[in-house]
C-alpha cells in the first residue's frame, strides 16, 4: 500500500512552533506540488526566486481567489474584505500597481528612511527606560510592537492617542493574508475593516481641512490633484501601510530575539563586535523569516521544476522554506551573523518587493542592536514563547524576558 503524498501542511503537529523540518520534507519529496486547498506550493529557493522575478507571474487579485477551495465563501463579510484587499497596492498588478507605489514610494527610499534614525533611536530609549529598573519585559508588548507602530503612524499622521487602537485591528485582519481563512477568521476581518475604515475616513477629512507635513496629507494631495487616487484607494492604502508598517518588523525583531537567546554563542558574537549588526539583521530575516510566503497566479503556462502550471493557476512560494534550502544557503539550518549573504527571499522580488524593507532594515538594527548592547545577562523567562496563528505571518504572541 502506497504513503499518502507529502503536501504543505502548516496544521501537522508543531510545524506552527517550527515549521523548518517539515520544509526540508517537502524540499526533498514534494518541492513542487498541488495543494489539495487548491493550489501549487514552491518549496525550493531557484524555483522561488525564478516566479518572483518572472512577469509572467503575476500577483493574484483577491476577486480571484474564489478559484482555489480556500475561499469559497460569500456574504456581506466577504465582499468587504475582497473589496478592501482589492484596492490596495499590495495586491495589484501594473499598471495600478505602478501608479499606486509611486505615490508612496518617495517616503520609503534609502535616504528618507536614513532620515528617521534619530527619531527610532528615541522611541528604542524611551520603550526600554520604560522597563529598564524592573529587569523584565514583554519584548514584543514592550518594544517589538509599539517602536515600528509608533513609527509609521507618525509618518502618516495619525495622532498618539490613536494609535493603541490598531493593535486588535491589524490582528484580526492579518489573517486576511494567508492562502487559508476560516470562516470566524473573516468575520473578524470584516468587522475590523468597518471600524479601520470608519476611523480612517474621519482623519482623512481632518487632513484635508488642515494638512500637515505627513504622508497621509501628501497622498490627498495627490488625490485633489486628478485620477491619482481615489478616496477609496486613499483610505485602503493608508491601511495598508499602517497594517505592514509595523507587522513584519514586529516579527522581525521579536522572531530575531528569540534566535538569539536560543544562540548565545552569536548573541555573545553581536554583542563583542557591533559592526556585525547589518549583516546580523540580513541573517536574521533569513532564518526565521517575518514572512513566510507568498502568491502569484500564472498568466501563462509554466513549467516550474518538474510541474506545468496552467494559466490562472495559483502558486504560493513558501519563502521560509526558500531561504533554508542548502543548494543556495550552506548550512541553512544554522544561525550565523557572519553569514554575510543577503539574498534571502523574505521581502519578495521582483516589481513587488518589500517598500518598506528599508525601514524594517533600520528599525530592526536600531532595536536588536539596543537590546543586545543595553540588556546585560539578557535571557528568557520562564515558559515556552507563544506564536500565532498566522500562517503568511510569522511571530510571536509574547516573549516574556529578564536582564
Known sequence: MSAEPIVYNPYLPGVRADPYPHYAELRREAPVHWSPAGFWVVARYRDGTAILTDRSFAMTEPREWGNANTFEYEGAAFERVIASLSRMMLFKNPPDHTRLRGLVSKAFTARAVEGLRGRVREIVDELLSAVRESGRMDLIADLAYPLPAMVIAE?????????????????????????????????????????????????????????????????????????????????????????????????????????????????????????????????????????????????????????????????????????????????????????????????????HYCLGASLARLEGQVAIGAIVSELPKLRLATGEPEWRETLTLRGLKSLPVEF
Not at 225 to 248: C, F, I, P, W, Y
Not at 290 to 313: F, K, L, Y
Open 155 to 351: 509618518m502618516l499622521g495619525v495622532p498618539a492617542e490613536d494609535r493603541s487602537r490598531f493593535r486588535s485591528w491589524s490582528r484580526d485582519l492579518a489573517p486576511t493574508i494567508d492562502p487559508m481563512i476560516l470562516p470566524d477568521q473573516l468575520e473578524r476581518a470584516a468587522a475590523a475593516i468597518g471600524e479601520f475604515t470608519d476611523y480612517l475616513v474621519h482623519l482623512v477629512a481632518a487632513r484635508r481641512a488642515e494638512p500637515r507635513a505627513d504622508l497621509l496629507s501628501a497622498l490627498i494631495a495627490a488625490e485633489e490633484r486628478g485620477d491619482k487616487l481615489s478616496q477609496d484607494e486613499l483610505v485602503s492604502n493608508a491601511m495598508l501601510l499602517l497594517n505592514a508598517g509595523h507587522e513584519t518588523t514586529t516579527n522581525l525583531i521579536g522572531n530575531g530575539t528569540l534566535a538569539l537567546l536560543r544562540h548565545p554563542r552569536e548573541l555573545e558574537g553581536l554583542r563583542r563586535d557591533p559592526g556585525l549588526l547589518p549583516g546580523a539583521i540580513e541573517e536574521l530575516l533569513r532564518y526565521d523569516s517575518p514572512v513566510q510566503m507568498t502568491g502569484r497566479s500564472a498568466r501563462t503556462e509554466r513549467v516550474v521544476g518538474d510541474a506545468t502550471i496552467e494559466p490562472g493557476q495559483q502558486v504560493v512560494v513558501l519563502v521560509g522554506s526558500a531561504n533554508h534550502d542548502s543548494e543556495r544557503f550552506a548550512d541553512p539550518d544554522r544561525l550565523d551573523v557572519r553569514r554575510g549573504d543577503a539574498e534571502h527571499l523574505s521581502f519578495g522580488g521582483g516589481s
